[in-house]
């Protein structure tokens, strides 16, 4: 991953709890810092212990799509999975991400699987996004998916060199996505997922979406789900590009 400096962390070993699920025994945790920037980047894998239970449970959901944004169908993730999740990693997630001293909660966590079709896409899915401009707010994305169907990608806005979008940033930002809007260099429809550099935008990571790994980055990252072009765009959770996503925040 270009930009990175990385450590390598093993997680300790939880006691069995009489939640479904638990920490898995040999999760593997490895610290990067991206871009030039350095963004705090966390790379989790072997997550749960029993990441199939995830695959089945969300076989038996109901999928819709609830978001202009999102492109794709969405369903609510067990409780169970927010308690697991902190419960193993919020000591974690408090150090690296610097966040104040105060518990942790999700504001947003639900199954997710990318459905839209490339030439389909309006114009906001076919650029990188940020999700707030709020400070101590991230995001996880747990892969449930096998094979090759992408991970999440992050990048850096050539004109303004921004990374990350803060408050300050903001009004900046949108000034030059705008100037930039009727170029040539501005994505059209048939151009689909971004795949890699662009004109407008240079990747700084890419760390690729592995089953029952997860990964979570401050939520004022510029990214976007890297979907390769042979990506299988299945509403099926045992075949598409299933994965739950979610929004941590620190408590007021």
Known sequence: MAGSDNLSLVAPRLPHSGNILTAHAQMQIQLLHIGMEQSPLLVIDNFVAQPELLVAHACRQQFVANSPYYPGVRAA???????????????????????????????????????????????????????????????AVHYLFQGDLGGTAFYRHRKTGFETINQSRMPDYYRSLESENDGPNFPKARAGYIQGDTPLFEQIANPQGVFNRLVIYPRNLLHTGHIPASSLLSADPRQGRLTISSFIDCQP
Not at 95 to 123: D, G, M, N, W
């Open 77 to 139: 993730a067990p409780r169970h999975y927010q308690q697991m999740l902190l419960q193993s990693l919020q000591p974690t997630l408090l150090e690296v991400f610097a966040l104040p001293e105060r518990p942790l909660s999700f504001s947003v966590c639900h199954y997710s699987i990318i459905t839209t079709r490339p030439t389909q896409l309006k114009l906001l899915q076919r650029i990188p996004h940020f999700d707030t401009v709020e400070l101590h707010a991230l995001a």
